[in-house]
């Protein structure tokens, strides 16, 4: 039997197989299990996926993932996940608003699954999907993993108890990292492109009043969290995002041309207060611009899609 001091065990060479486990193996998990399956190596990692939808198993194993039935909301059903992987990729979010209670700024699903982790055997790496969202609004400046958070709303005060979940569990032992991630694209993910906003007639900010904004390739997003489990260093915090570097009414007017539909309507902030819901405002209201270097340096990644345009023509 595997010794529970090593998730490898004392097996032979040739009957170790690693093991990846995806808690919140949506789209982008998807993507991942495909490289794995289809790159370098390809079957050389048994890929496991936790998920609390009966109705989804039989999809997920269609695409060679073996389904774990289990759900980050109920601890009890979590025990399974000790000392079942190598390795564990953590795609899932935090409770939505008015889930915690009096502890609405407290991600108990991060916790759970780390105490789960804590008994047996603890995994070699784990990587954790963030949010640049944890910065706050920076005015526009240049963003290093090293510059303090300042969470300007719940769902980033939630993110941030997470990272420190997860900091913490490296601390005993796991080579734990976090990926800060910026608007998720591609033209073959669900609500992957602005295309639909555009044809709403969603307005957009007036320059004097815009915004940077930051995105990455689902696929690109797919590779860094691959790249992470091997190589990132422990307690390291990256910026996973392209090169590019453009103002929000920018952006949504190359993607209308090309598209070829009508470039938005841009208004100033007091107007859009009255016109947008509560969420877009908030998108609306940070503005930064992610320095991305340390994750090309250290991870070795090279941007299938390094800007947002070559993404959107995909």
Avoid at 1 to 18: D, I, K, V
Avoid at 138 to 164: F, I, K, M, S
Avoid at 258 to 271: D, F, K
Wanted: hydrophobic residues 40%; glycine residues 10%; aromatic residues 4%.
């Amino acid at each position: 039997m595997p010794s529970n001091q090593n998730p490898l065990g004392a097996l032979p060479a040739r009957f170790r197989r690693e093991r990846l486990l995806i808690v919140g193996c949506g789209d982008v998990g998807q993507r991942v299990a495909r490289q794995l399956h289809t790159g370098p190596g390809a079957g050389r990692m048994q890929v496991l996926a936790l998920t609390s939808s009966p109705e989804r198993t039989a999809a997920l194993r269609a695409q060679g993932i073996r389904p774990l039935r289990g759900n980050l909301d109920d601890a009890a059903t979590l025990k399974r996940l000790s000392g079942i992987a190598t390795r564990v990729l953590h795609l899932a979010p935090p409770p939505g608003e008015g889930a915690g209670g009096q502890g609405w700024w407290r991600d108990p699903r991060t916790v759970a699954l780390a105490r789960a982790l804590r008994l047996r055997s603890l995994p070699v790496s784990l990587v954790y999907a963030s949010t640049t969202g944890v910065y706050g609004d920076c005015g526009g400046a240049l963003v290093p993993e090293t510059r303090a958070v300042a969470p300007g709303t719940p769902r980033a005060q939630r993110r941030v108890n997470a990272e420190r979940a997860v900091r913490h569990l490296g601390r005993a032992g796991v080579r734990a990292s976090v990926l800060r991630i910026p608007g998720i694209y591609a033209p073959n993910r669900e609500g992957g492109t602005p295309e639909a906003r555009l044809r709403r007639g969603t307005p957009v900010l007036v320059p004097e009043d815009d915004v940077f904004t930051n995105h990455i390739h689902a696929d690109d997003l797919a590779r860094a969290c691959l790249a992470a489990l091997w190589r990132a260093r422990p307690q390291r915090i990256y910026n996973v995002s392209d090169q590019t570097e453009l103002k929000m009414g920018d952006y949504f007017d190359l993607a209308a041309d090309l598209y070829g539909l009508p470039r938005p309507a841009r208004v100033p902030r007091s107007a859009a207060q009255e016109q947008l819901s509560v969420m877009l405002l908030s998108f609306m209201s940070e503005s930064r611009r992610l320095d991305n270097r340390r994750m090309l340096k250290e991870l070795g990644l090279v941007l299938r899609y390094p800007t947002v345009e070559q993404g959107l023509r995909a």
